[in-house]
Structures are given as structure tokens and as C-alpha cells.
């Protein structure tokens, strides 16, 4: 980064991303342009829905911190529920896979998703047997076999 950011997670403009009947917007904190060597952004996750889909990294390290609401995030241990102020450290393993997803049937989630921004780095979908690959000039997408 260049440059001291502020952001406020209610002011912020989302990103809607849908994928496969779900969604769930995305505010970020540190834009494209001025990442350097993390990334951050505020999660927003209706109820009944799931924020990116169970994966895991390579190289890069996530924390959640949870702002608002219940979430329930599935780990290779299990299932871990998660109340306000509560924050999960994912590993750059298969054991750090996870998915979140909103517990609450009435309240949204809202969460602060940190971690470092270190390429390449590869990502697992093992549930779809496939991943991608991220390079600081693009991302390619493969299948695991």
C-alpha cells in the first residue's frame, strides 16, 4: 500500500458476486489499486447464504473477524460457530479450508476478511475438484483430478 485507507463498512459501495444460485457483496477496504502486500474487505452475507465456497490456500493466510450477526464456518475439524467480535485464522493448508455461511434466519452477516495478498498463490475447491492459480498479471482456473 501507498497510502493510509479508512473505510466504514456501512458507507462502502458492495460488489455483488453470484455464483451457482448464491450471493453475497463484497465492500472493499484496500481496492485492487492499492493492495500490496494484504487484502481486506467487509463481507456481507444475506441469511440463508455462504460467502466464496469451501476452499483453501496455498500461500495465503485469512482472518475473519466477525462485526455482525452468527456465522458458521465449515473447517476439516467441523463446524465452528461464530458470535460478534469472534475471529478465525484460516492456515495456508488443507487443514485452514473453509466456507462461511450466515447461521441466522433473519439477521445478515457481517465480516472483515484480512489476509495477505502473496502471489503466486493456488486455491483449492475440493468439493468441485478444481482451483485456480493467482498471478500478479491474472488468474487461471484448472481441475483437479
Not at 439477521?107 to 482451483?131: C, I, N
Request: hydrophobic fraction near 35%; glycine fraction near 8%; include cysteine.
Amino acid at each position: 500500500m501507498n497510502k493510509i485507507i479508512i473505510a466504514n463498512y456501512r458507507e462502502t459501495e458492495p460488489q455483488v458476486i453470484s455464483r451457482e444460485g448464491n450471493s453475497f457483496a463484497v465492500k472493499p477496504v484496500i481496492r485492487e489499486a492499492d493492495a500490496g502486500k494484504c487484502a481486506a474487505s467487509f463481507v456481507e452475507v444475506e441469511p440463508g447464504r455462504y460467502a466464496y465456497g469451501y476452499h483453501y490456500h496455498e500461500v495465503n493466510e485469512e482472518v475473519f473477524y466477525i462485526i455482525r450477526g452468527h456465522a458458521v464456518v465449515r473447517t476439516p475439524e467441523g463446524e465452528k460457530n461464530l458470535k460478534e467480535g469472534d475471529a478465525i485464522v484460516f492456515p495456508a493448508s488443507p487443514e485452514g479450508a473453509h466456507v462461511i455461511r450466515n447461521g441466522s434466519a433473519t439477521e445478515k452477516l457481517v465480516y472483515l476478511d484480512v489476509g495477505t495478498r502473496l502471489t503466486p498463490d493456488v486455491v483449492h475447491f475440493p468439493d468441485m475438484a478444481s482451483g485456480m492459480v493467482y498471478f500478479s498479471s491474472g488468474v487461471h482456473h484448472f481441475r483437479e483430478s
